[in-house]
Structures are given as C-alpha cells and as structure tokens.
C-alpha cells in the first residue's frame, strides 16, 4: 500500500506545478534559443523573457523593466544588498536590518560589517515584528540601505513593510529593500510597492522550478552588479538567461494569481486546523508567532520532545516537516528567529516549522494531528526526564 | 619498452612456509583493486609482483596505495635483455621525474647471470647515457636525489620512483572481523588498523529511527564505502534498534542508560559474527575518551562478550585518531553533522564508574533474549562497494 504523504515544508520548496513543468519543456526542447542570438532561434527565447517579465511586473505591481531574473532568493539578495551598498557608499556607511532575516541576508551584512560598514540590527518582539519606533529612532542622513523582510520563513510573522516605508521615504539618500521570498503569491503586497527600491522574489516557493528568481529594481536606482559578462538583464546580471527556469517561475505566478483569493482563504483554513487542533489537542504546546500572520506557516513547540526527533518520527508517517534547530550540539544549528523572539532553549529544541499549501486536504491536516498526538504522547515518554 | 609497476612487499616476505598462502592473498587483492582497468596481468617472481595494467598512473597508483601487504610501488619501465634496450629505457624513466638540476646515480641489480654485462658496468654505461643525453643532471654516487634502478632479470627493468605502499598483510589472510560502526571518527580508524593486519571486516550499525535519521545512516554507508577502497567489499548489516532503545530508555535507570546500550550492542554483534563467521569483534574505544568508556565502563561492557574484542585505539589520543582518519579519507564524513539523537538519551550524569551489581540488578528488569531475537530478526544487508 503506498503511504500518505502529506508535504508540510512548503516554505523549505514547493512541488512545480504541471503548467510550469510544461512551459520548462516547451523552453527546454523547442525554444531552446539563447536569448542574445541574431536569429529567429533566439528572437523565440528572448520572447518567453520578456512575457514572463511583464507577467511578474504586473503581478507584483511595478513595470516591467524594473524586473531582473537571478538564480534565485539567495542571488536576488546577494545582489540588492551589496549592490546597493557599494553603489551608495559616499552617501554612508550605515546600513539597518533586521535580527530574524534569513542567512541570505544576514551574511551578507555580516560581510559588509568585515568591509567597514555598520549595521544596525533592529529587534523583534515575542510573536517576532520590529518596532517601527525603533527603525525611526536608528535610521539617519548617512543610512544607506534599510532591508526588512516581509514574510518570517520560519514563524510567518508580517512585518509593517507599508509603514516603513514611509519612514524611510524621508530619507533621500536611504533604500529600502524587502526580502519577499515567502511573501510573494501569498499575501497581498503593498499597492506599487510604494517606497520600495528593491525587492527579492524566488520561483520554487511558489510553485515554480529551483534555481530561479527575479529582483525588482525600482527605476532610475543604480546598485552595482555581482557578476562581470556579457552584460544581460540591461548589464545587472550577466549569463545566459535561465529561459526554462524564466518560463517556468511565469507559468507558475500565473497560476498562482489567477487563484490568488481561494488559495489564500483555503490556506488560512487549513492553518487554523491545524493550529487549533495541535494547540486544544495536544497539552504543552506553544505557538511560536502572531495568531495570524501569513496564512501558509505555523510554528509550535512541543515542549518535552526534540525537534529533530519527532520530525523524523512524522516523517515515518508521511508527513513532511521543518525544524527550528537540528539535534546537533553546534549552537548555530539553533533557530535564531526564536532566539530572537525570547523563546527558551526548551521551546526552541522542540520547534516544529509547518508549512502549507491549498493543494493540501482538510483530511491531510486532520491526519497530521491525529499522527502528532500519538508521536508527540510517545516520545515524552523518553525525553521528558 | 612497456610501462609496468614492480611492487615490493615486506613482511608477507618473511612468513617461511606460509609465504605462497600470503602472496596469492595479495595477488587476489591486486587483481580486485584493478578491476575495470584493460589489459590487466598480475605476475609475481622472487620477492617482486610485476603489474601491467592500462590507465592512468596516477590512479592505478592510487588503488595500489590500498592494497594492504604493499610496501613500495614503482612504475617502472620494461624492455628486451639488451644493454641498448636498457640504456634507452633508463633514458624515458628518467624523463618522466622532474629531473632539472638534480643530481642522480644508477643502481643495477643482475639476478640473470646469464646477462654478459656485470652490474657496475651497467650503471656506468647506464649513466653515461643519461649524462650525455639530458641537460641539467649531475652525478652524485652518495646523495643522489634520484636512484635509477635497473634490475636484470628475465627482462631488463629501470624505475627511478618508489612510492610507499600501506604495508601490513593482505585482508583475508587473517580470518574475520565484525565492526561496530557508528558513524563516528573513531570506529571506522579502528576497523582500516584491524584489515590492515589483514583481517577482512564486516560491519554492524545501530539504527534507532527516528532517533537516527536515515541522513545518519547514509553517512554510515558512506564510510563503508571508503573502507571498501581497502577490501573490495564491506558487507553492512544494519540492525533496527528503535525497540530495544526505547525499552532501555524507558525502564532503565538514566544514569545506566549507555552501559545498557553497549551492552545490548555488544551481545548482539556477536551474534551476528557467529553466524557469518567472524572471530571477534571490533570497537573504536579508547580509554577515558568519554564517560562510557572509562576503566570501569569498558569493564562493564566486556562483561557480556564472549568474543574477544579489538580495540586498536585504546591507546589513542583524540587528535592522533583525527590524523589517521584524515589519512584514510573518512574524517570528512565522520564529522557531518546529522548528529544522532540518540544523545538525548544519554543522561546528564552517566555513571562514570559503573559497578556490576547495579548494572546486573538494572538488567533484571529486561528480557534479554528476547532483545537479541527480536533485533536479529530486523537486520538489513547492505553489501557496500567502493561505487555503492
């Protein structure tokens, strides 16, 4: 008998949907031109480029050259943050972000910081959102960049991103970037992404192919690029462009906002099962993060088990799920975005990250409950000492 | 003129009566390393194995440096019993080291009497012909940095490099051993010290999902993999210990809980090596390492074996055991990190001096046997090759 999956790590990746695989295909054996070519090979590539850069611009709200395809969240970051950096360095040295952003963005500022840069990194409270006062009590004339992620991947907490940007907008000389990897195609953003400069995207969360992603760079915003070649993406990020993995992320945000509403009501749904199942169900349990918060992620802690442990027990199971620190002893495998929400060791080693998706049943999630309150129940008998 | 290797082997030299046994052991494990590579003729005569095999030196070299009973490997050149044959096959043996302002001497061996040159004329004549050919070489009869060795003997050979071998015996002229692999940096370098005497190995690992992840498990696989560079084969038998550990960490006293496990391990690995005949078992333990291997931990679970148990790093310290498993090639996957979690059953406080009566009266609660039926019956083989 083949055993139920019910994939709940939807933050980590998401299954490609058929109509993306489809425009891969298409791109991968019969447009499978370099979009730099002369001919009519290439004009046929370079199309697909282009659609797929109209389609992204007017989903997300801004135009379409100011959107920038890249391998991914981690290069749209990488790209953002350090091209803005050295681009505006005679405006300042000061640059601010945020202590629960994802390493993509972390160590990136933790470079800038070896490179003579000072970086402010503003806090979160217990359900893991910045405190505006603070952005306005820290940012000043020489800030150069302010970069605040709109989605927490591990506990789903929204971030005010509207608000900062209006404080921030009173700077001139101030960019604001926003890491929307897990915000985009699932909750609704900011109209025109007013006051935002730079905003990273990915593919493969929201149901598109890995390896690719976009950057969207307001006009007339000059960052500096990483890569030195054949000047393509208007000489912001040279290589041939990843035109299946391009057609497929289109495809897939396609999909996505054609179903944009039931989606997100049917996660919210789901979420709510979920968390009101584990949370009246299963004693000794705590929600990590807002009560609400973006409708696909969910994380608790099942105090007087380990993560890693149950996470492997679920997976037995058929349930797929993240954790927010693994069993090792590094302290680095530790969750900081608990850490930095005041959570206890204890709630952190035992921190299990779900993560939805609207092709998920009601049943699914009633199945993972059920599995969770035997599991759970079971291990306490050998950890909790 | 053909491009061969002359292996030497040291201590199988010395084993009188037994020595026909050893070398065809060893043969046997040249031709297992070589396998894949074309033309391959392995032939031994006094005291040397000729190897002629296609394929890269630098990999051929590679395999032979894992063939344990090697002592020295040389690529070297052969050619016809002539003394022009010779001189121009020293000539290519030369060219092939980085001879620019070196200085070197010939070193002939005649073991073919019936050759009319006797062997001092030879390296004269011999090294008047590489002097006069290469520029940049010097004579130097005392501290040469390159040796030309030319052997005559049924065919003319020259090599100017040798390369160490592993040394030791060949595997399986020793009989068999069970390890008991963890995934740890310790257990796979106690296993490459007992083959290396010789003695073929089979493995045993304790699987206890979800506590282990399966990532823990390839891992164990994976070292398994870099051990059968040195045997052809290690065959893995994968026990599921879930049951067992989740009854010990359930009844037994926390504090106990390690020596329990090893216990259990222990009784149960040697069942294993009775039935695939296997002689004695064999552990990573070092004295004091950690608090279940202490004077008296160790005691407690030698208790159980029947078996003799080999613990060739007793005697070791951590980094000294670091540097061999950096030499093997398995410390890269020692330390990944999918740490098992098995640690969240290991106590706070371990007894480090455990007594037997309170080890046997914690024992009395459990049905052994019944322990050892149930984990014999959930074993997974995994016969691991070098391309598994």
């Known amino acids: ?385 | 003129m053909e491009n061969i290797y002359l292996l030497s082997f040291g201590e199988i030299g010395l084993k009188g009566e037994n020595r026909p046994f050893f070398e065809r052991i060893l043969i046997k494990r040249i031709k297992q390393a070589l396998e894949g590579f074309e033309g391959l003729d392995v032939k031994k005569t006094h005291g040397r194995i000729y190897v002629r095999v296609a394929g890269p030196q630098d990999e051929v070299i590679e395999r032979l440096r894992k063939v344990f009973g090697i002592v020295g490997i040389s690529p070297a050149k052969s050619c016809d019993l002539d003394i022009e044959s010779i001189k121009s096959a020293a000539l290519e043996a030369v060219k092939e080291v980085d001879y620019k302002g070196k200085t070197f001497k010939v070193e002939s061996r005649r073991t073919n009497k019936s050759f009319p040159i006797k062997s001092p004329d030879i390296s004269c004549m011999v090294g008047a012909h590489i002097l006069k050919n290469l520029k940049g070489l010097k004579v130097d009869v005392h501290n040469p940095d390159i040796e030309v060795n030319v052997e005559v003997r049924e065919k003319g050979f020259v090599y100017c490099k040798r390369i160490p071998g592993p040394g030791g015996l060949p595997v399986g002229s020793n009989g068999k051993a069970l390890l008991l692999l963890s995934g740890g940096i310790d257990s796979p370098v106690a296993g490459y010290m007992v083959m290396k005497r010789g003695v073929a190995i089979e493995a045993v690992y304790f699987h206890s999902f979800p506590f282990t992840s399966d990532r823990a498990k390839e891992k164990v696989i994976e070292l398994c993999r870099v051990l059968a560079g040195y045997c052809s084969k290690i065959r893995l038998h994968v026990v599921n210990f879930t049951d067992v550990l989740k009854e010990l960490g359930e009844k037994g006293p926390n504090e106990l809980l390690t020596i329990l496990m090893r216990r259990m391990m222990v009784r149960i690995s040697q069942e294993i090596a009775t039935k695939i005949g296997a002689k004695a078992l064999i552990t990573g333990e070092s004295i004091g390492q950690v608090a279940s291997q202490t004077m008296e931990a160790l005691v407690a679970t030698n208790e159980v074996a029947r078996l003799p148990v080999f613990r060739p790093l007793i005697g070791f310290d951590k980094v000294e055991i670091i540097d061999l498993a950096k030499k093997i090639g398995t410390y890269g996957i020692s330390i990944e990190p999918y740490a098992d979690c098995c640690s969240i059953f290991v106590p706070e406080h371990p007894k480090t001096r455990p007594k037997l009566d309170d080890v046997h009266k914690a024992e009395e609660r459990f049905d052994i046997k019944g322990f050892i039926e149930k984990s014999l019956d959930n074993i997974e083989l995994i016969e691991v090759t070098e391309s598994y």
């Not at chain 1, 907490?157 to 001139?172: F, R, V, W």
Request: glycine letters at 8%; charged letters at 25%; proline letters at 3%.
């Open chain 1, 1 to 385: 008998m083949e055993m139920k999956e019910v994939y709940l790590d939807n933050s980590a990746t998401t299954k490609v949907a058929k109509e993306a695989v489809d425009a891969m295909v298409h791109a991968l054996t019969v447009a499978f031109g370099n979009p730099s070519s002369l001919h009519r090979k290439g004009m046929e590539a370079e199309k697909i480029v282009n659609k797929a850069r109209e389609k992204l611009a007017l989903f997300l709200g801004g135009k379409a050259r100011e959107i920038y395809f890249t391998s991914g969240g981690t290069e749209s970051n990488n790209l953002a943050i350090k091209g803005a950096a050295y681009a505006r360095r005679r405006y300042g040295k000061h640059l601010i972000t945020t202590s629960i952003e994802h390493p993509s963005v972390l160590e990136v500022f933790k470079q800038l910081e070896e490179e003579g840069f000072s970086v402010t990194y503003l806090g979160v409270d217990e359900k893991g959102h910045i405190n505006l006062e603070e952005l306005k009590q820290v940012i000043k004339p020489d800030t150069i960049i302010v970069s605040i992620m709109y989605v927490n991947n591990e506990v789903g907490s929204i971030q005010p991103i509207q608000d900062a940007a209006k404080i921030i907008s009173q700077n001139k000389n101030t960019l604001f970037h926003v890491d929307a990897v897990q915000a985009f195609g699932k909750i609704p953003l900011i109209p025109n992404l007013s006051g935002v400069h730079l905003m990273s995207l990915s593919a493969h969360k929201i149901y598109g192919p890995k390896g690719v992603g976009a950057l969207f760079v307001r006009e007339r915003t000059k960052i500096t690029p990483l890569f030195n070649g054949g000047g393509q993406e208007e000489g912001l990020r040279s290589g041939t462009e990843n035109v299946p993995g391009i057609a497929g992320f289109s495809a897939a945000a396609e999909l996505v906002f054609k179903n944009f509403g039931a989606w997100q009501a049917k996660m919210k749904e789901l979420k709510d099962r979920l968390k009101t199942g584990i949370l009246s169900e299963i004693p000794d349990t705590i929600l990590n993060g807002p009560d609400d918060g973006a409708p696909h992620i969910l994380n608790i802690s099942f105090l007087g088990t380990k993560a890693e442990v149950l996470l492997h027990a679920l997976e037995s199971h058929g349930i797929y799920v993240s954790t927010g620190s693994a069993c090792s002893s590094h302290k680095s495998a530790k969750s900081h975005v608990l850490a930095a929400m005041g959570k206890t060791a204890e709630e952190i080693e035992s921190a299990i990250r779900f993560s939805l998706s609207p092709f998920l049943s009601i049943e699914d999630i009633d199945y993972t409950v059920e599995i969770l309150k035997k599991e759970v129940n079971e291990l306490r008998k050998y950890i909790r000492r």
